[in-house]
């Protein structure tokens, strides 16, 4: 490999002949060699569009020389077409509020745009990083800015995403309506409910957390680009800020707006904690719905057995035949990296101090790894796994009939007492509590027909509530119509 020699305020650098990136940027990978990976595309698509909005909107103002402006914008179009990708080489784990990745992008677009106008790279004439590229910026208003533009763009992808997954239970719970089962509380029998019910639970779970991501998706818009170093807009023309705000709402389609106070939106990370935390929601609501997938389908014979996921892949190097919940389980982990992740933003964002929260940087890497791993995981766990989940219709109403549970319809009309004694008769002897109400003759076998009969169970109201007076001639409890 063979270099060029660059000089910044500390010294001279070796930069790789063909980088496109400078001094600055070499300086923080040997500084931060901490993850191996590389920034989100997202944060640097919008951190370069940054750039070149800020360079219209300086040439608009007088500012910048419009044969160095154009350069800067031809180079960012490319850049943001992906063929620089390659140059943005920083570390998401970084010091200094993201400098390093601002310099990153400056160099990157000041070498490109020095190339359009038939210059070598490393020489930074006419075009110059900070001159000119990050003219009327600071990385403080910058980064952040970038930060909500990226959580703006991903957010997007997520949200159809996850009402399409609301849909799918939602057509599941129709397709299931009909297939009655035992509720189960503690993991112990409980009332009746219908298959349907569960999957719409679960539906209406995800479109409140819907809700809460798009509740959370208006603080992002109020930037506080042109605040520069400490919100005060010092080296920014006034005009200057409200242009730079407008060719970014132009350029991505948001409804962007100049935060009301630059100062606040340069030291507070709240917007991204609200997004966060309605993200951590999701997760929470996706474990939960993975864990009752991976419970209702666990056999295929020892196990409930209830439904069956589809088969996705071999799942056992030595049990020949072995099938697993593939996409239940990844779920799950997406889910609990999605709620550690939210703990990571909340410790960062109170960790700011007086007008600056040098944290950024792993609050981007977090909320966007998040909101990445959700967009990917949604879509896989409605096509790949729940439209495909089919039910076993005998098998539910087998375990209804011998559910304990079935105790509790019994209460209103025969007494807790009387049918808590059924119930452990039921316990110890397995046989149903309709058997045992027979034998009993606590109600008629008509009576008990009515009351037991399964669709009203899983509806509000007292099963044969119209009749319950007959229960006193039936040996059962005088108090029972009252319970």
């Known amino acids: 490999m063979t ?16 980088a496109y990136y ?140 996850l009402a399409a997954l609301v849909a799918v239970l939602r057509k599941k719970s129709a397709e299931f309506d009909g297939i009655l089962k035992s509720g189960r509380t503690h993991l112990q029998d409980a009332v009746p409910i219908r298959l349907g019910q569960e999957f719409e639970a679960w539906a209406v779970a995800l479109e409140k957390n819907l809700a809460a991501i798009e509740g959370a998706v208006p603080g992002l818009a109020e930037l506080g680009i042109g605040g520069t170093a400490a919100g005060t807009g010092m080296n920014a023309e006034p005009a200057y800020i409200d242009l730079v705000v407008a060719e970014l709402a132009r350029e991505t389609g948001f409804p962007l707006a100049r935060g009301a106070n630059l100062v606040e939106r340069m030291q507070n990370m709240d917007p991204f904690v609200a997004l966060s935390s309605a993200l951590k929601g999701l997760a929470v609501n996706l474990a939960r719905i993975a864990n009752d997938l991976r419970l209702l389908s666990s056999g295929p014979r020892t196990g409930l057995a209830e439904i069956a996921l589809p088969a996705l892949q071999p799942g056992s190097s030595i049990m020949p035949g072995k099938v697993n919940p593939v996409m239940a389980e990844v779920t799950d982990m997406v889910a609990f990296q999605v709620m550690g992740a939210d703990t990571t933003i909340m410790l960062a964002a109170q960790a700011g101090q007086l007008e600056l929260n040098v944290m950024m940087p792993v609050i981007a890497f977090n909320l966007l790894f998040s909101l990445e791993i959700l967009k990917n995981t949604v879509p896989k766990l409605a096509d790949a796994c729940i439209a495909g989940i089919t039910a076993d219709r005998e098998r539910c109403l087998r375990y209804l009939e011998q559910s304990v549970g079935l105790a509790t319809v019994l209460a209103p009309y025969i007494g807790y007492a009387a049918a808590a004694e059924v119930a452990k008769e039921s316990t110890a ?12 003759q606590l109600l008629s076998a008509g009576r008990l027909a009515e009351i037991l009969d399964p669709f009203p169970l899983t509806s509000p109201g ?10 006193t001639t039936q040996g059962g409890d005088n108090n029972a119509g009252r319970r």
Do not use: W
């Open 3 to 18: 270099f060029r020699v660059e000089k910044d305020t500390l010294g001279e650098v070796r930069v790789p002949a063909d």
């Open 429 to 440: 002897t397995g046989r149903s509590i309709r058997q045992i109400v027979e034998d009993r």
């Open 22 to 161: 400078g001094a600055q940027t070499v300086r923080a990978v040997e500084n931060f060699p901490i993850s191996g990976l590389r920034p989100h595309p997202a944060l640097v698509r919008a951190t370069v569009l940054v750039k070149m909005c800020a360079a219209r909107a300086n040439m608009a103002t007088g500012r910048l020389d419009a044969r160095l402006g154009d350069a800067i914008v031809r180079a960012a179009e490319e850049c943001l077409a992906g063929a620089f990708d390659a140059h943005f080489v920083v570390d998401p784990f970084q010091a200094g509020a993201g400098t390093s990745h601002n310099m990153n992008v400056n160099e990157v677009l000041a070498n490109r745009a020095n190339e359009l106008l038939g210059e070598e790279l490393g020489r930074y004439a006419p075009v110059h990083p900070n001159d000119h590229v990050n003219m009327a910026q600071s990385t403080n208003d910058v980064f952040p800015t970038a930060m909500r533009l990226a959580a703006l763009r991903v957010a997007g992808d997520l949200r159809p995403a």
């Open 462 to 471: 007292v099963p044969g509530a119209t009749h319950q007076a007959e229960n």
